[in-house]
């Protein structure tokens, strides 16, 4: 797959821009701030419907605009696609294929499919387990379009839930002096009963979800490895263990602050006793059995701090180099080398999921090589380059190693220059 033609209308700093693409390697050179790595941005969010630089949607309309526009022209194979997205803040986002009627934004995941690096991905070693757990969720939403709606709607029950849960710690500290009671709760034993009913709806959610993820993690694991040695000299085992609550794999102090590292015991253990494996080759059924149990068992503690402790809103995915924890025992480099093989083992899964021929993931690499030393930005060029169709983004021609030939454009506060044809101007932002 290769996107041929990139137009953006309102889109960051860009009023208006079309760019005509193709395969094989395309460099987008300009020093930080003049827009280049907008471009890349604008096609992440076709395939992902997210930005990896903001969580909002309000920062990627230009100042004055009310939405913004980013369309794409891509070819699979035989065949040529047109996508969509409206971007409307504090609305709904709106897509289109083809030109046909307008449809919901998340319909549009899994046509174009990308795998974009860039510096923020060290937050997947080094971060918040909310990295890690957003890093497996975009990909399941790409590779299975249908999670995006199993995904929403276990964030709206989640709402729901702690809402519930909020309001009767409040009501029983107001009635009680901080009494511990269930039953002196708003309602008492109807708050109970409420809280059952969405036990179940969150169980029945979270269980798919889980069991997605848990077969994701299975996928990835062989392809994290091998990465891992294409990019280093293959002294060390990279491995990824899925660490589930619902299995009571994550302790409430450890998620409190949601940016602890594992816990002492996992140290020095194998990735299969530290993480859950229970969850492995279990349905939803099961799961959502087991999901329920664990619900029960933690309500007297839920509805002491008034939230849910369960679930896979707190989960992580532990990442081990060797017998160690990747985060706060990985060097800088071995840092920057798992996060690289987390994006390249995402790649290969997409490639085996291939349908058709032609079906290869576009790789996007923004503003990494000028991160990497003069090896690793050697291996990673030389793996990147075998795809159909690579963008990459660097302040200067000297970060671009000589693997990477083919076309350069020039980005600069007052156009997007190919050779000596000027492209359409953009604002400068």
Same mark, same amino acid.
């Given at each position: 797959?290769?996107?041929?033609?990139?137009?953006?209308?309102?889109?960051?700093?860009?009023?208006?821009? +079309?760019?005509?693409?193709?395969?094989?390697?395309?460099?987008?050179?300009?020093?930080?701030?003049?827009?280049?790595?907008?471009?890349?941005?604008?096609?992440?969010?076709?395939?992902?419907?997210?930005?990896?630089?903001?969580?909002?949607?309000?920062?990627?309309?230009?100042?004055?605009?009310?939405?913004?526009?980013?369309?794409?022209? #891509?070819?699979?194979?035989?065949?040529?696609?047109?996508?969509? *997205?409206? $971007?409307?803040? =504090?609305?709904?986002?709106? /897509?289109?294929?083809?030109?046909?009627?307008?449809?919901?934004?998340?319909?549009?995941?899994?046509?174009?499919?990308?795998?974009? #690096?860039?510096?923020? +991905?060290?937050?997947?070693? @080094?971060?918040?387990?909310?990295?890690?757990?957003?890093?497996?969720?975009? *990909?399941?939403?790409?590779?299975?379009?249908?999670?995006?709606?199993?995904?929403?709607?276990?964030?709206?029950?989640?709402?729901?839930?702690?809402?519930?849960?909020?309001?009767?710690?409040?009501?029983?500290?107001?009635?009680? /002096?901080? =009494?511990?009671?269930?039953?002196?709760?708003?309602?008492?034993?109807?708050?109970?009963?409420?809280?059952?009913?969405?036990?179940?709806?969150?169980?029945?959610?979270?269980?798919?979800?889980?069991?997605?993820?848990?077969?994701?993690?299975?996928?990835?694991?062989?392809?994290?490895?091998?990465?891992?040695?294409?990019?280093?000299?293959?002294? @060390?085992?990279?491995?990824?263990?899925?660490?589930?609550? %619902?299995? =009571?794999?994550?302790?409430?102090?450890?998620?409190?602050?949601?940016?602890? /590292?594992?816990?002492?015991?996992?140290?020095?253990?194998?990735?299969?006793?530290?993480?859950?494996?229970?969850?492995? =080759?279990?349905?939803? +059924?099961?799961?959502?059995?087991?999901?329920?149990?664990?619900?029960?068992?933690?309500?007297?503690?839920?509805?002491?701090?008034?939230?849910?402790?369960?679930?896979?809103?707190?989960?992580?995915?532990?990442? #081990?180099?060797?017998?160690?924890?990747?985060?706060? #025992?990985?060097?800088?480099?071995?840092?920057?080398?798992?996060?690289?093989?987390?994006?390249?083992?995402?790649?290969?899964?997409?490639? +085996?999921?291939?349908?058709?021929?032609?079906?290869?993931? $576009?790789?996007?690499?923004?503003?990494?090589?000028?991160?990497?030393?003069?090896?690793?930005?050697?291996?990673?060029?030389?793996?990147?380059?075998?795809?159909?169709?690579?963008? &990459?983004?660097?302040? &200067?021609?000297?970060? $671009?190693?000589?693997?990477?030939?083919?076309?350069? $454009?020039?980005?600069?506060?007052?156009? %997007?220059?190919?050779?000596?044809?000027?492209?359409?101007?953009?604002?400068?932002?």
């Amino acid at each position: 797959m290769y996107v041929e033609r990139l137009s953006l209308t309102d889109f960051r700093s860009y009023a208006q821009l +079309d760019l005509e693409l193709g395969p094989g390697a395309t460099v987008l050179v300009g020093q930080n701030g003049v827009g280049k790595t907008n471009l890349v941005e604008a096609l992440g969010m076709l395939s992902t419907l997210s930005s990896h630089r903001v969580s909002s949607d309000a920062p990627l309309v230009r100042f004055g605009a009310e939405r913004a526009l980013v369309r794409a022209a #891509f070819v699979r194979g035989t065949q040529r696609s047109a996508l969509e *997205l409206e $971007i409307n803040p =504090g609305r709904a986002n709106r /897509g289109r294929i083809n030109r046909g009627a307008t449809i919901r934004a998340r319909d549009l995941l899994g046509i174009a499919r990308t795998v974009l #690096f860039a510096p923020e +991905d060290l937050a997947l070693v @080094k971060g918040d387990p909310s990295a890690r757990r957003r890093f497996l969720d975009e *990909l399941l939403t790409v590779l299975l379009p249908h999670l995006a709606g199993t995904r929403a709607d276990y964030d709206r029950v989640l709402k729901q839930r702690n809402a519930l849960l909020k309001s009767a710690r409040s009501a029983r500290f107001s009635r009680r /002096g901080g =009494g511990t009671d269930a039953r002196d709760a708003s309602g008492g034993a109807s708050v109970e009963s409420t809280l059952d009913v969405w036990d179940t709806h969150l169980a029945q959610a979270g269980a798919r979800l889980l069991a997605a993820r848990a077969a994701l993690v299975a996928r990835l694991a062989p392809h994290l490895d091998a990465a891992y040695a294409q990019l280093t000299d293959g002294s @060390k085992v990279a491995r990824a263990v899925y660490r589930s609550s %619902v299995e =009571g794999g994550v302790p409430d102090a450890e998620e409190d602050a949601d940016d602890a /590292g594992p816990p002492p015991s996992s140290v020095g253990e194998p990735a299969a006793a530290a993480g859950s494996p229970g969850l492995a =080759g279990l349905g939803a +059924d099961e799961i959502a059995e087991r999901f329920l149990a664990a619900l029960a068992a933690a309500r007297p503690r839920e509805l002491e701090r008034g939230l849910t402790l369960v679930g896979p809103h707190r989960d992580d995915l532990e990442l #081990f180099l060797g017998e160690a924890p990747a985060k706060g #025992f990985a060097s800088h480099g071995e840092t920057w080398s798992f996060a690289l093989a987390l994006r390249l083992a995402s790649y290969y899964v997409m490639l +085996d999921d291939s349908a058709v021929p032609g079906d290869e993931p $576009i790789l996007i690499l923004d503003d990494v090589f000028a991160e990497l030393d003069a090896t690793r930005r050697a291996r990673l060029a030389a793996i990147v380059a075998k795809a159909e169709q690579v963008l &990459v983004t660097a302040a &200067v021609d000297a970060d $671009i190693p000589p693997e990477l030939g083919g076309r350069r $454009i020039r980005v600069s506060p007052g156009a %997007v220059e190919d050779g000596d044809a000027a492209l359409p101007e953009h604002e400068d932002g």
